[in-house]
């Protein structure tokens, strides 16, 4: 509804405000759940693998999986993070650890 899209817009402004002039840092997480259905398409859309991570004792979900053949539950995987103007933490990609940075 209405509502929900109004809402929805605030937050992306308020992330992005609260992103402004962070650096893109690199940690370990590991791997609570992988989401990966290359291959699948939805409407037409191939899905983006994606994971669930814990990082410093609390889940984030992130929104791009590279090389996700290679990630598995329960393992390490190195991150891409940023943290926000705030103190949030935003995790941006998740990788294998032996993976090249992109």
């Known amino acids: 509804g209405i509502i929900g899209g109004a809402l929805r817009g605030y937050s992306k402004r308020s992330r992005q405000n609260d992103l402004l002039g962070a ?31 814990r990082f410093q004792g609390r889940l984030y979900k992130v929104p791009e999986a590279i090389d996700s053949e290679h990630l598995h539950d329960g393992q390490s995987a190195r991150i891409a993070y940023r943290v926000g103007r705030s103190g949030t933490i935003y995790v941006d990609k998740v990788m294998p650890v032996t993976s090249a940075t992109r």
């Open 23 to 53: 650096a893109t840092q690199q940690g370990i997480a590991i791997i609570e759940m992988l989401v990966t259905r290359k291959g699948d398409q939805v409407g037409g859309y191939e899905l983006t693998p994606w994971a669930m991570v």
